[in-house]
């Protein structure tokens, strides 16, 4: 039988198997377990087996247990790992051992790549799924403590000296903090905020690790790596990852696995300050470009609403603007402007910032109209964009109790008053486009609003808009003049609210052009104090 073990075909089981080069260890054993023959791989492999011996301390434990009429069993001796086939054969079984160290070994490198892949991709993912700079360091330090190391630093580069930083201990919530420091203190990691390659692991001194490297009560450090977190075009950053010194330092493959982390969450800060800065940039460029707040200027009443043609946005092509200004005679004059260019969106509010530019820096001239207008028509006219505007001025000022207005428009629908008893005026202005012609030609009009009277700029977005029952009727002239006639003697801001109210309940959910109203009003008195600074006062015409 011994003989008949030792020369046994290598593939006795499976044909189609790739069988190791080395031989193959055999063993034969009764059905009480009693050994009975092996061949001289098994002899090598247990020593302690010999013909006569029960399985049971002669042999790997796993292989005695799996003696029987059962399938392949597994297990390891020494730091190999082998399969052992049985083939029966009367009451004998012949075990059939096979070395899978080096399978066992690509399957768990394999696993290995297949987990750090997965991590990987679901890395990226948690990184982008934020453009919060500060989340975004939160996230790669907890993913870096919780994956990688026992704790994680993440620092992002600064110009004041103090770094913007984020600590994550394994198990532990991120913690932000800015650090006053030298990071030179730490080797390789002033490189590494400036992009330089990361120093090998077993290149850094774990015990000269300065102190605010290290977590509260995080005990001794075995290990440190510091890499790069890599930008687009600049540093994003630099990590560090401590190991603790009960634990194996970093292995080769660690320490590129954690480069390969750091590109992504590199990229993912950098993209979060590009975000940021574009997101500051957008503010201040918006706040320019956004309709102002408006209240009583010289004794004058202004209030304005706007709404944008698109839900979402904040700014299109319709504006207005109200300027204190002086007139010729040393009067002080306000002067409001409404307008609406031609388009929709970021286009046409950028050719509307340019527009109320050019009338802030045409102020000196804002009692003359015409001329006013003109010098706008030719600077519209050098525009490539061929984009044109259409305007209404007036010039407001406080005498006594009423206020005297000039209105001109300029391509645009003239303005409406609205009299005390209800009555709804249009005044007779008019005027051409402007950015179309080389010439323009305009016509004022002088208004008086006694008390409790409005003028109102608006532009078409209010009496083109479409809704209503159907939802394509215009809101229209007619309907407009109705609810002026219902805002007698009420306050700017009042008038202005209810007509965009009522304008904005037409549409409903339908489309629409941009919307804006300007309402310039004589208050009906001044409030005075009680005597003796008690009480509400009163109001006098």
């Not at 706008?376 to 505007?389: E, I, K, P």
Request: proline share 6%; net charge negative; charged share 20%.
């Amino acid at each position: 039988m011994a003989d008949r073990a030792r020369t046994a075909p290598a593939t006795p089981v499976d044909a189609g198997r790739e069988w190791a080069a080395a031989p193959i260890a055999a063993v034969v054993a009764d059905g009480s377990g009693v050994i009975r023959s092996l061949n001289e791989a098994a002899r090598m492999l247990f020593p302690a087996a010999a013909p006569g011996r029960p399985l049971d301390g002669a042999v790997a434990d796993w292989l005695a247990a799996a003696h029987g009429p059962g399938g392949v069993a597994r297990g390891e001796v020494g730091e190999r790992s082998f399969a052992a086939h049985p083939i029966l054969h009367g009451d004998a079984v012949t075990w059939w051992l096979v070395d899978e160290t080096d399978a066992r070994v690509a399957r768990d490198a394999l696993a290995r790549e297949q987990e750090r892949t997965a991590f990987l991709s679901d890395a990226s993912a948690a990184l982008l799924g934020s453009l919060n700079l500060e989340r975004c360091m939160e996230v790669a330090a907890r993913l870096a403590a919780e994956h990688l190391a026992d704790a994680a630093l993440v620092l992002a580069p600064t110009h004041s000296g103090s770094f913007p930083a984020v600590a994550c201990v394994r198990g532990g919530e991120p913690a932000r903090s800015r650090l006053v420091i030298d990071p030179d203190e730490l080797p390789g990691l002033g490189e590494a905020l400036q992009g330089f390659p990361p120093v090998p692991s077993r290149w850094l001194d774990p015990d000269a690790a300065p102190s605010w490297v290290l977590p509260a009560g995080f005990g001794p450090v075995g290990s440190i790596v510091v890499t790069p977190l890599p930008g687009h075009g600049v540093p994003a950053g630099a990590l560090v990852l401590l190991r603790r010194g009960d634990r194996a330092s970093f292995s080769d493959q660690e320490e590129l696995f954690a480069r390969l982390f750091a590109a992504r969450a590199g990229a993912a800060m950098s993209a979060a300050r590009v975000f940021a800065l574009q997101a500051s940039i957008t503010d201040t460029l918006m706040r320019e470009l956004l309709p102002p707040t408006l209240e009583q200027l010289g004794g004058v009443e202004f209030a304005g609403r706007y709404r944008p043609a698109r839900d979402g946005e904040r700014i299109g092509g319709d504006f207005y603007d109200v300027h204190s200004a002086v007139t010729a005679d040393g009067d002080d004059e306000s002067l409001a402007v409404l307008g609406d260019v031609c388009g929709k969106g970021l286009e046409a509010a950028v050719l509307t910032g340019k527009i109320r530019t050019t009338l802030r820096a045409l102020l000196p001239m804002a009692g003359e109209h015409h001329r006013l207008l003109d010098l706008l028509n030719r600077t519209l006219g050098d525009n490539a964009d061929a984009r044109y505007v259409t305007l209404v001025l007036a010039s407001a000022r406080r005498e006594g109790a009423t206020v005297r207005l000039r209105v001109t428009a300029a391509g645009h629908p003239p303005p409406l008053i609205v009299r005390a008893d209800g009555r709804v005026e249009e005044a007779e202005t008019q005027g051409s486009l402007i950015g179309v012609l080389p010439e323009i030609e305009s016509v004022s009009a002088d208004v008086t609003l006694n008390p409790g009277e409005t003028c109102l700029l608006y532009t078409d977005g209010i009496i083109e808009a479409k809704g209503g029952p159907l939802g394509d009727a215009m809101f229209g002239e007619d309907r407009l003049h109705q609810a002026l006639a219902e805002c007698a003697n009420m306050p700017a801001d009042a008038v202005v609210e209810r007509v965009q109210m009522l304008a904005s309940q037409w549409i409903g959910r339908g489309t629409h052009d941009d919307m804006a109203v300007l309402a310039i009003t004589a208050p009906r008195g001044q409030h005075l104090a009680a005597v003796g600074g008690h009480g509400r006062g009163r109001y006098t015409a």
